[in-house]
C-alpha cells in the first residue's frame, strides 16, 4: 500500500513541476497569447486584493497611485509562486524516492533548489533529481531577468506615443481635440503625418500587449495618461477626418484605423473581453448621434469644412466606430483607466428585454465606477471582462 501512495504521490509531483514549467515557459517564452491557469490564478488573486484595498477609494489619483503597483508586485510574485511550487512538487517526489521523514525531503528540496548544497543525497534517483531541480531553479530565475528589460522596453516605447498623443489630443486625450488643434495651429494638412507612425504603433502594440498581457496593466507616469484613452483618441480622430471632414479621404487614416481595431481586438481576446467580431456598421455604438453632432458643429464653428451631409458623416463615423468600440470600452473599464470623452468612463448596460447592444450612459450620471455582472446578460452585447493576463 505504501509504495502505491508513493507511486501516487511522485506522478502529481511530476505533473505539478512540468505544468509549472509549461507556464513559466507560455507566460515568458512563448511569442504568443498562450493562457496559463497557473500565471490566472497569481494574477487574479493579486488584483482582488488591490480591489479590496481601492474600493472604497473616491479620488481616482489615489486609486491610480495603488493600481499602478498591481502589476509590478503581480510579476515579482509569480516566480516567487512558481518556485513554490517546484519546491513543494520536489518535497513529494524526494519523498517517494525514500528521503523520511518529510521534513528532510523539504530541506533536500530546498536545499536543491537554492543550489545551496547543504543537503546531500547518496543513491542515483534522487541525485538526478536533485539536480534537475537545481536546474529548473536557475532556469526560472534566468527567465525572470531576461523577462523584464524586454517588457520595460516594450513599456517605454508605448509611453512616448502616449505622451505624444496628450501634446496633439490634449489631457483627456480626445479625437475632436486634436482636429481642432491641428486646424487651429495652421497645419491641418499635416495631420496625415501622425496615422502611419500610429499604424505602426498599433502592430506594436498588438504584438507586446496579447505575448506579454501583463503590460497591459502598466499604468502610465501621469495618472491622466493611458494607453487606452491614446489609442481611442487616436482612432476617433481619424475616424472622424474620413467621415465628417470635407477633404480627400486619406488612406492612410483608414488604415491606421483598421490596424488600431485589429490590435484592440487582439488583446481584448487574451483578456477574455467578449465582443462581436463582425459587427453591422448599424450596430449601436456607445457615442449618441447628438454628441456626434455637438463634436460637428464644434469643429465647424473654428472653420474646419465639414461634409455637407451630416446624417451619412455620422453614419461613416458609427460605421468606423462599431469596430472597435466595444473591445476599447471594455479594456478601459478592465485597467481602470481615466476618463476622456468616448473612450473612458462609460459602460454598456443592459436592456430589459436582454436584446444587444441598445443604451448607454457615462460615468457622470453613475456615480464611481463600478463593474458589472458577470454572466449572460451582464452586458447588452454579453460584454464582461477577465482582470488577469
Known sequence: MRQV????????????????????????????????????????????????????????????????????????????????????????????????????????????????????????PTTLLAFSEATIGLILVALLISYLPTMYSAFSRREAQVALMEVRAGSPPWGVTMVERYWLIGSFERIHDIWSPWELWFAELEETHTSTSALCFFRSPKPGRSWVTAAGACLDGAALVVAAIDVDEPPEASLCIRSGFMALRSIAESLDIVFDPDPRPSDPISVTQEEFNEAYERLAAVGIPMRPDRERAWRDFAGWRVNYDVPLLGLAALVEAPYAPWSAGRLLLTHPSGRRGTRWRPRAERGPARRQPRGPGSGSDGTRTRAVP
Open 5 to 124: 501512495v508513493e507511486i501516487v504521490v511522485f506522478l502529481l509531483g511530476a505533473v505539478a513541476l512540468v505544468r509549472t514549467m509549461l507556464s513559466a515557459v507560455r507566460t515568458v517564452v512563448v511569442p504568443r497569447a498562450a493562457s496559463s491557469v497557473l500565471t490566472r490564478a497569481v494574477f487574479r488573486s493579486i488584483q482582488w486584493l488591490f480591489k479590496l484595498r481601492t474600493r472604497q477609494i473616491a479620488s481616482y489619483e489615489q486609486r491610480d497611485h495603488v493600481l499602478a503597483h498591481l502589476a509590478p508586485i503581480s510579476l515579482l510574485a509569480l516566480p516567487v509562486v512558481w518556485l513554490i511550487t517546484v519546491l513543494l512538487s520536489c518535497t513529494g517526489m524526494f519523498w517517494a524516492l525514500g528521503v523520511t521523514p518529510i521534513r528532510d525531503a523539504f530541506t533536500t528540496s530546498g536545499s536543491s533548489l537554492l543550489t545551496l548544497g547543504f543537503a546531500t543525497v547518496d543513491d542515483l
